[in-house]
């Protein structure tokens, strides 16, 4: 079956413009999750949906960053008046629950967006 | 908050000899715990798991690890490395009510001939 797919693969965009990341999670997963992980670095979250609600957004470093899941499925990561401390590789993930439930709560991630803003 | 500490950023060794990547946890509360691998230009990928039970974890690709409370521990290894392990990885465990994974900061396990 398909895993979690990120489009695009690579972001290349200039300060204080607008982008927006997408996330198609794995069919049937009600949670999905976002990360950044900066060079060098390990993935930070930033936010994470159950169904369509943002159910933690405490990893959003500024109010420039949004997330939206409106139908349950796929999600959107918008960045508005992007800086280039923003560059980074975007991670998305989805598993089939939120609850720790054992094998349902493993997170499969995406390839990830390589944003790059110059 | 838990978190984790990984010791080594760079691990070289040789084809066909055993690894040991280093990771330790900081927690008084339950302990989930986590080992992913992460190829170039690739996503994360789940290795292994520890929620509970047996303190010996085994995963894919040959590689195991050991929970070890006294020494809040939780290191990834493997018997006998092949070039095509080369990668980097990722001890993390759950933060928080949710499912919010923390990283560590990495180990980069580069294999030679």
């Known amino acids: 079956g398909a895993g979690v797919s990120q489009t695009p693969s690579n972001k290349v965009t200039e300060k204080g413009k607008y982008v927006e990341l997408r996330c198609d999670p794995i069919s049937g997963h009600t949670a999905l999750y976002w990360y950044r992980q900066s060079l060098g670095q390990g993935p930070e979250f930033l936010i994470y949906f159950q169904g369509t609600g943002a159910a933690d957004d405490s990893g959003l470093p500024n109010d420039r960053f949004f997330a939206v899941r409106p139908e349950g499925s796929v999600s959107t990561l918008k960045i508005q008046r992007t800086e280039r401390g923003d560059s980074a590789v975007y991670l998305c993930?989805?598993?089939?629950?939120?609850?720790?439930?054992?094998?349902?709560?493993?997170?499969?991630f995406g390839p990830g967006t390589r944003l790059t803003v110059l | 908050a838990q978190s984790v500490t990984q010791l080594d950023s760079q691990v070289p060794v040789f084809e066909e000899a055993p690894v040991e990547l280093r990771c330790n946890y900081s927690?008084?509360?339950?302990?989930?715990l986590f080992w992913y691998v992460q190829y170039p230009n690739q996503g994360l990928q789940l290795l292994l798991k520890?929620?509970?039970?047996?303190?010996l974890v085994k995963g894919i690709n040959g590689f195991e690890a050991e929970f070890n409370k006294s020494q809040t521990s939780f290191h990834l290894r493997k018997p006998s490395v092949h070039i095509s392990d080369t990668a980097e990885y990722f001890c993390a465990t759950f933060t928080g009510g949710g499912n919010k994974l923390t990283f560590g900061t990495g180990t980069q396990l580069k294999v030679e001939l």
């Open positions: 927690s008084s509360v339950s302990v989930y």
């Open positions: 993930a989805s598993s089939l629950t939120h609850a720790r439930q054992g094998a349902r709560d493993t997170q499969y």
């Open positions: 520890y929620l509970s039970g047996s303190t």
